[in-house]
């Protein structure tokens, strides 16, 4: 089944502990990206890789860092995570391909820091 | 700078239409629109680039006036399952780096 997949789906954590989410596509995409969506303030775009190696910020990538060393793989890092992060996280593929694309999102994950 | 979508909210009867618009003032690349239900991931409706794109999907199409820099979602002869809220993304240069409007909240009622 295609699917992406997010680990974990619920993290109660305390300021300045260093946690990974992890992002996993089995679909052979070459975009992926991650976003957070908090209440009033909808989706907004962390970073976003457009293939292995390749990674470039989006709209509010402070505090955050993303690695892309495999292509199925995107994982999240918050290496000092404070009370503001607390949101609501979605990792998101496609194959990149313009006008015919189409993303899939993972499931989310939903962080709390204390 | 993040799009402008209206309305805010909009409640429907079955098998009436909708329309959604989301507005930028910068010049636009493309635009994205999704649907989110409560409590789920959204789901990608459709990706319209510069050149005056029109797309449908099953009940729903989509409009984009590069000139006017806005987009148009049209919902027909709308359903209970097309209840949500509905964002679109908008991005100044490629497709990658998208920004998102508040969301339109649409509740269709039988």
């Known amino acids: 089944e295609a699917q992406v997949t997010q680990n974990p789906r619920y993290l109660i954590t305390v300021t300045g502990k260093k946690l990974t989410v992890t992002c996993s596509q089995n679909?052979?995409?070459?975009?992926m990206s991650w976003y957070r969506q908090d209440p009033g303030l909808g989706l907004r775009q962390i970073y976003y890789?457009?293939?292995?190696?390749?990674?470039d910020k989006g709209d509010v990538p402070e505090g955050y860092k993303v690695s892309r060393k495999e292509k199925r793989n995107f994982p999240l890092i918050l290496e000092s995570p404070s009370p503001n992060q607390t949101s609501l996280y979605f990792c998101?593929?496609?194959f990149g391909s313009g006008s015919t694309d189409t993303q899939y999102f993972g499931p989310g994950t939903r962080l709390t820091v204390l | 700078q993040q799009p402008v979508q209206s309305p805010q909210a909009v409640i429907l009867r079955e098998g009436e239409d909708a329309v959604i618009n989301c507005s930028s003032s910068?010049?636009?690349?493309?635009v994205h629109w999704y649907r989110q239900k409560h409590g789920e991931a959204p789901v990608f409706l459709m990706i319209?680039?510069?050149?005056?794109e029109q797309k449908g999907h099953e009940k729903i199409s989509a409009s984009f006036n590069e000139k006017k820099q806005q987009s148009s979602l049209y919902l027909t002869a709308s359903q209970l399952s097309y209840s949500g809220t509905y964002f679109c993304?908008?991005?100044?240069?490629?497709?990658?780096?998208?920004?998102f409007g508040i969301g339109t909240k649409l509740q269709v009622i039988p």
């Open positions: 998101a593929s496609s």
């Open positions: 679909m052979n995409h070459e975009y």
């Open positions: 890789s457009m293939n292995v190696e390749v990674t």
């Open positions: 910068k010049a636009l690349y493309s």
């Open positions: 319209l680039l510069k050149g005056g």
């Open positions: 993304g908008t991005s100044t240069w490629g497709y990658q780096k998208v920004t």
